[in-house]
């Protein structure tokens, strides 16, 4: 029973192996214990497993190593091939050698060979080591990077983009990325950070013509000025027009009334009496000259706040140093 279990714990053991890259400390793996009925092999503490690297001949291998491993309550378990042996681990050299891996289970008082597979991932990521050494401390990403953070304390490593002096020496790798693109500093031992304080974004408009004014972008702190990284560029209103229109009143005239008291003449002089004989009050119109077309002055009031700006939610622009 006991020799069952252990045989369908290898199996599941390599078909989910994970080969990862951790440096000289070894490659890792994780896997699902199950017994033969099929359910978890829950809390084991006793998995008494050998691996053991060779090339060419697994009776006289490079590498081997003895590891007792243990389920948690969902029969999950992971090891670190390696740790345990770490000198003679390192001293494999996969960027020469294609290596295998053999897996053996210790059923009563032997090991018996459960799996066996060529290592494909590992020899890439350990003969990348030295690339791997020079950037583990960037974690993979490159001096000079910015990305927005959400938090407000800046994370170790990383610097805030608020234009700040910082030294040329304290952050070499930051300046032998970015230079004195975004601020001269005081121009022998320091350097300016980005400053991205309230500021969106916009990659460089290069050999295309999507920024119509690529070639006036400004300086910041005595940075780069023009068709460059670092150089800064200020609100503005797209050339537009305004439609106005008011109502036409077009070519007109106006009538006039006229209102007197009436002692002589007749009615064709005066127009039409309003009452009877003399001294009675009389009406009259006349029509005014047209005036001719004719324009009128509109003015529009402005209205809106203090910037033009899209929906846009606050973060910390922050960059690697």
């Avoid at 809390?43 to 491993?69: A, G, K, M, W």
């Avoid at 032997?110 to 960037?138: F, G, H, I, M, N």
């Avoid at 927005?148 to 234009?163: I, K, T, Y």
């Avoid at 036409?248 to 009538?255: I, S, V, Y």
């Amino acid at each position: 029973m006991q020799k069952s279990i252990f045989t369908l714990v290898a199996i599941m053991l390599f078909s989910t192996m994970s080969l990862m890259a951790q440096s000289s400390k070894g490659f890792s793996f994780q896997g699902y214990a199950r017994g033969a009925d099929g359910s978890a092999l829950q809390n084991e503490s006793n998995l008494e497993v050998r691996f053991t690297i060779f090339s060419t001949d697994e009776n006289n291998p490079e590498f081997t190593e003895n590891q007792t491993l243990s389920t948690d309550e969902f029969g999950v378990f992971q090891a670190v091939i390696g740790t345990t042996n770490s000198s003679l681990f390192n001293a494999l050299n996969f960027a020469q050698n294609d290596y295998s891996l053999k897996v053996e289970i210790r059923d009563g008082g032997s090991y018996q060979q459960v799996a066996r597979q060529s290592l494909l991932a590992v020899p890439y990521a350990k003969a990348s080591e030295k690339a791997v050494e020079a950037t583990s401390a960037d974690n993979g990403v490159p001096p000079g990077s910015i990305m927005p953070f959400a938090g407000s304390s800046v994370p170790e490593g990383w610097l805030l983009c608020d234009g700040s002096e910082v030294d040329r020496d304290t952050y070499s790798k930051l300046f032998a990325a970015i230079g004195t693109a975004w601020g001269y500093g005081n121009m022998s031992s320091t350097f300016n950070l980005p400053e991205l304080r309230g500021q969106f974004l916009r990659g460089v408009s290069g050999d295309s013509n999507y920024d119509p004014d690529k070639g006036s972008r400004t300086a910041y702190n005595g940075g780069n000025s023009g068709n460059k990284v670092g150089s800064y560029q200020g609100s503005q209103f797209a050339s537009h027009n305004h439609a106005a229109s008011s109502s036409n009143a077009g070519n007109h005239r106006h009538t006039s009334y006229d209102y007197y008291w009436y002692d002589a003449g007749s009615d064709d002089d005066y127009g039409t009496p309003t009452g009877d004989g003399t001294g009675e009050r009389r009406s009259t119109s006349r029509n005014t000259a047209y005036a001719g077309e004719h324009n009128h002055n509109i003015t529009v009031n402005d209205t809106g706040g203090n910037e033009t700006r899209p929906r846009n939610a606050y973060v910390n622009y922050i960059i690697k140093y």
